[in-house]
């Protein structure tokens, strides 16, 4: 109900009581009623003002709330965007270094194949021991390759015997040594970088 509404309500109300008695003097019962009636309907209106004023500001509280959800919702929403782009932009750029890694190697290796073609294709029984050389020269170049890139060969015979470095495939005991020692190299083992890539595969002599 509006104020003007109540003003009007309560105005009819009292129009409606006597004002004075039938001996002309004034109803003082109907004045108490009518003040008491008004009293009555102010405190309403305050009231009903107050729950209104609650409730404009409970829905401002309920708007802001939503509202920053919202702009919460969206800021997340980018965020995870931004993370995924940054994945696979990541992914990708890793892909091309790996790509541009490999290709520099087998550049570099490139030469090497060359040459073994062109000594397989040479090749004469007449001229062995030259044929022999240049495959030397070609093996070691193509060592050489590896090793700049990091690849490094184990040291293995006269060496102690290290099994975090060298697998014992053969083993016989010796007076000429006081611990266990490497005395023959099966196969090479590498290391790429300094990480263990292949360890040794070694004779190994024990004491006696």
């Known amino acids: ?25 004034v109803n003082q019962a109907a004045e108490d009623e009518a003040n008491f009636r008004e009293a009555a309907a102010c405190s309403c209106k305050c009231k009903e003002d107050q729950n209104e004023t609650k409730l404009e500001e409970l829905e401002k509280e309920l708007a802001a709330l939503k509202k920053e959800k919202e702009d919460f919702c969206s800021k997340n929403l980018r965020i995870q965007a931004d993370f995924d782009n940054f994945r696979r932009r990541s992914r990708q750029e890793l892909e091309q270094m790996n790509l541009t890694a490999c290709s520099e190697l087998l550049k570099t290796i490139l030469p090497v194949i060359d040459n073994f073609e062109r000594a397989i294709n040479s090749y004469n029984a007449e001229a062995a021991v030259s044929w022999q050389e240049g495959i030397q020269m070609t093996f070691k170049h193509f060592l050489s390759i590896l090793n700049n890139e990091g690849l490094e060969p184990i040291a293995a015979t006269n060496e102690p015997f290290d099994p975090q470095i060298h697998e014992a495939m053969l083993q016989e005991e010796s007076e000429e040594v006081e611990q266990a020692q490497v005395i023959e190299e099966l196969q090479k083992g590498y290391k790429y970088k300094g990480k263990l890539i292949r360890p040794a595969l070694v004779k190994v002599a024990v004491p006696k």
């Open 1 to 25: 109900m509006s104020k003007k509404d109540c003003q009007k309500k309560k105005l009819d109300e009292l129009n409606q009581l006597p004002k004075e008695d039938p001996n002309g003097e």
